[in-house]
């Protein structure tokens, strides 16, 4: 377990009723299991759709512990009743392809939009107290001006899933500032480890690398110039616990980051190591219908969140895809 202090932030949730919509996804589940080894009163709701990332199995060890409410954000009946009485609402629900939302940009908006201002209002009618969390996204900039990318960034998405998510994202900042509901958000950009989506790429792409790796097949890197960084699960944990558990942090958004900034082709040749093999993975050119929504280049400034809340990377990029190879070669078949 990794923290960002002396203590383990989850602990301060002892005993608190927290909500986490899309908490059968890779970061939800992971965030639910740090809260209910810190005795917080944890209730997950997920829609279950299967393109959307949520599975049984990663809460299996921990199903009993957690209250799971398979639901659709989209329902607004559904979540006044969810958001009732909770302390604390991790928001983490989302369609997250952004293929997906270029082929079907209507269900992208309902979800990532339309949904989220649903969110709000059952909290400023029903629960008016609580501290949200929106799960946002580096998507939001787009190809940079600059690197590193900081939050002064102009935001110009290149897709319709980060138009939207840019409007999901300011309607929490906007009911902070105007109703007073205690919001604020986190810019993610590459998040990797265990539970993550592996059998497509709507997720990470790392995630079909890191499948076919533990299958023993090649997989494909498309560019490989391209310069990234990536967060750790943990770590984007730890963000989301000191960003609830912090008033500082209402009405603001903070970009996440990683501990290096590596290029595709340095990320694929780590992973290689790892299975043991040189020709893990075959450079091909980008394809078109991607490279039209590609941002090229990006990797973040975050020293916003790492001054205002004392958070920074703690897992290593390598520690990191080691675990998370580790994780796939003893639980793969669940994920696929």
């Known amino acids: 377990m990794t923290t960002t202090s002396k203590h383990d932030p989850a602990a301060l949730f002892r005993d608190r009723r927290v909500l986490i919509t899309g908490g059968l996804g890779f970061v939800g589940s992971n965030l639910a299991r740090r809260l209910v080894q810190a005795g917080a009163r944890v209730t997950i709701v997920d829609s279950l759709i299967p393109e959307y990332g ?46 997906d939302s270029m082929q079907d940009p209507f269900t992208d908006l309902e979800i990532n939009c339309r949904a989220q201002l649903s969110i709000l209002e059952a909290c400023r009618h029903h629960n008016p107290g609580i501290k949200v969390v929106f799960a946002s996204t580096r998507q939001l900039y787009g190809r940079p001006d600059y690197l590193p990318v900081d939050e002064k960034h102009l935001l110009r998405p290149v897709d319709v899933n980060g138009v939207n998510k840019m409007a999901g ?17 986190l810019r993610l950009t590459n998040t990797i480890g265990p539970r993550m989506r592996v059998k497509d790429a709507r997720q990470t792409f790392v995630g079909v690398w890191v499948r076919y790796l533990v299958e023993g097949k090649p997989f494909e890197v ?25 008033e500082s942090a209402n009405g603001r958004v903070f970009n996440l980051g990683g501990d290096r900034v590596v290029s595709l082709r340095e990320l694929a040749t780590m992973l290689a190591k790892l299975g043991g093999a ?3 993975f075959v450079v091909r050119e980008f394809p078109a219908d991607r490279k039209v929504i590609d941002i090229g280049d990006y990797f973040s400034d975050f020293s916003a969140i790492r001054d205002a809340l004392g958070w920074s990377p703690r897992v290593t ?20």
């Not at 299996?60 to 969810?82: L, P, Q």
């Not at 080691?322 to 078949?333: I, S």
């Open 54 to 99: 949520g599975n049984r199995f990663n809460i299996e060890d921990i199903s009993g512990e957690v209250a799971v409410n398979i639901s659709d954000v989209r329902d607004v009946h559904s979540m006044r009743t969810h958001v009732h009485g909770q302390e604390f609402l991790f928001n983490l629900a989302g369609q997250t392809s952004h293929m």
């Open 169 to 185: 994202e300011w309607f929490h900042i906007l009911y902070n500032n105007v109703y007073g509901i205690r919001a604020c958000a």
């Open 222 to 246: 498309w560019g490989g110039d391209q310069l990234r960084d990536f967060t750790y699960v943990d770590d984007a944990v730890d963000a989301f616990l000191l960003a609830a558990s912090s």
């Open 278 to 280: 040189n020709d893990a």
């Open 317 to 336: 990029l390598a520690e990191g895809l080691a675990r998370t190879v580790a994780f796939y070669r003893e639980h793969l078949v669940p994920y696929l």
